[in-house]
Every structure is written in C-alpha cells, then in structure tokens.
C-alpha cells in the first residue's frame, strides 16, 4: 500500500486527503503529526514548509512532492537528507493559475489600472490612454512550464511577447526568445512590462537590482509572480517614487506575510497580492502526485525533478 506522509500548516486537510483518496482509493493517508514511524514501511511526502529536520527523521521517505512550484522551502533546511529526490508541482490547475494571474496583471498595468486605484482614492478623476497592445512590449523573464504557459496566454491580446530563460529553449512561434547571461540586459532594455517566473537560485537572488531595473524604459511596469527573492524591493520602491518606473504588482517576497510595517504597503500604484498567483489546486495536484508516484514505482524518472546542480 502507497503512504503518503502530509504536512501543510494552518489549512484543514480533509480536502487534500479526499482528493487523493478519489485519485487512488487504497493509498494510507497520514497527516502530521500522525506520520507513524520510519518501520510503518516506504512513503512519500507531499509538503509546504515541514519543520526543519523533520524530513530527515523519515529515512523510508522515497521522494518528496512540494506543494507548490517552489522548492526553496525544502533545501534551506540544513538537515535535509542529501540524496532524497525533490519534486516540483508542475500540475495542470498550478500552470493555469499562473497563466491566469499574469494576463490579469498584464491587463492591468498596460490599462493603467494600478495608477486608476491611487486616483480613485484621491477623488482624482484624470484619465489615462492605453496604446495598442500590439504597441506593448512584455518580457517574460524565466521561460520554463509557468513561464511558457504564461507567455502563450498573452498571445491573442496582440502583444509583443519576448522571454529570456538561463539555456536556450526549443522555439515558440509568435514570442522572441533570450538566453544566456550575456542577453538579459537588452532583454530588460526592450520591455515594457517585465514579468519575473524565475526560481530562487544563488543565481537569481537580487537578479534585479537598481542597475538592471533602470534599464526599464521610463514608464515601465513591473509584476514579479516566481519568488521573492528575485527583486530588490529598496531599489524597486526608490525608482517608482522617482516615476521611472510607472506600476508594479508584487505576489511574494523575501519575508512573508510582508511586515505590517514595510514602506511597499503605502506604495502609490503598487499592488500587493498574498502569494495567490498560482495555487496549487488539490484535483489536479492529486492526480500529478499519483502519477508521479508510479512513474517511481516502475523505475521511471518523476516529472519535474529538481536538479541539485541548478538549483530547480
């Protein structure tokens, strides 16, 4: 019998232990704390942010699923067991939430929305004129399964979609495509709404900083969907209070929740949304574990194996 070892903090698990069971009625479902013991026999974890060294107390844990895309959560935890494969979710519903969240923030900065919200608030009735978007440069910056499905979602609105990714990707007709170092800074140049996707790396840990944010053509706007990390905020909040850059739509950050106290929240035309865009939705994500689970279980390597080296 397949067990699978559950932890999510401060939700109920019931949704989550039923949309398992109705993918695969014979799998044991265990919720922490009641994980049982390491001689219960092999398991599988499906996890957001477990306890630091809980993993490692299970030596029968086969693979790790993360609840969602990111996996940070699990390789800062120094007593995480250094072979134990790591899984990203990478089901359908989270593909589609994200494509979702980006085309509603893409709309929204190149109708000036977020700059509508401060003039409502301040009884401002002055109106903006949004060009074409076959006139508005999108860049999409991280061009893998979220970054790809995102990008071909503003296809039909018309805009010009560009992408940059670390290595080259296979072509995707109608979107411009980046690769390598060497181009980031002409891709950022030529981009009126710069979208990050990119996973936590060393790599990509203040990638955008006051410098590369300021090759931003003036105006510009900005949504950061992949990881908080991505950006810094001081340089962020200093060039749109300077008006280089017109808007931004933040969904995570390096600290969360974000303090109560953190100057973005007073921010005119930034817009704050809770770590929302892509939420793993418990149907799809079932299904993606269970058939991630037999792909193991015949010898076959899971989809969306994080790789040590890269770091996703």
């Known amino acids: 019998m397949t067990r699978i070892l ?53 030596p029968n844990i086969k693979a790790v699923f993360s609840l969602g895309a990111g996996v940070d959560h699990l390789t800062r935890d120094p007593d995480l067991p250094p072979n134990l494969p790591i899984i990203r979710m990478g089901d359908d519903g989270l593909r589609e939430g994200m494509a979702e969240f980006v085309a509603m923030s893409v709309l929204m900065h190149h109708r000036g929305i977020p700059s509508m919200i401060t003039k409502q608030r301040n009884k401002d009735w002055g109106r903006f004129f949004a060009p074409a978007a076959k006139h508005v440069r999108v860049g999409i910056l991280g061009f893998g399964a979220l970054g790809q499905v995102a990008a071909k979602t503003l296809l039909p609105f018309g805009y010009k979609v560009a992408a940059w990714s670390r290595t080259e990707k296979e072509p995707v007709e109608g979107i411009t495509l980046h690769h390598g170092a060497d181009s980031l800074d002409a891709f950022i140049s030529d981009t009126d709404i710069l979208v990050g ?14 410098k590369r944010l300021s090759l931003l053509p003036k105006g510009a706007s900005i949504v950061n969907a992949g990881r908080g990390t991505l950006i810094v905020l001081d340089d ?49 994500a079932a299904e993606y574990v269970m058939r991630n689970i037999a792909r193991i279980e015949q010898g076959n390597a899971p989809e969306n194996l994080l790789d040590a080296n890269r770091g996703y």
């Open 197 to 210: 996707l990119l996973p936590s790396t060393a790599e990509t840990q203040g990638l955008l900083n006051k």
């Open 236 to 284: 962020l909040k200093a060039l749109m209070e300077e008006g280089h850059i017109a808007g931004a739509t933040l969904d995570v950050f390096p600290e969360e929740p974000l303090p109560r106290d953190h100057p973005l929240w007073g921010l005119d035309n930034l817009i704050i949304t809770p770590h929302i865009a892509a939420i793993t939705r418990p149907d799809t």
């Open 6 to 58: 559950f932890y999510l903090e401060d939700y109920s698990h019931d949704i989550w232990r039923d949309s398992l069971l109705k993918v695969a009625p014979n799998i044991e479902f265990r919720s922490y704390p009641d994980w049982g013991t390491p001689s219960d026999g092999p398991a599988y974890a499906f996890v957001w942010e477990p306890k630091p060294g809980l993993l490692a107390k299970y």
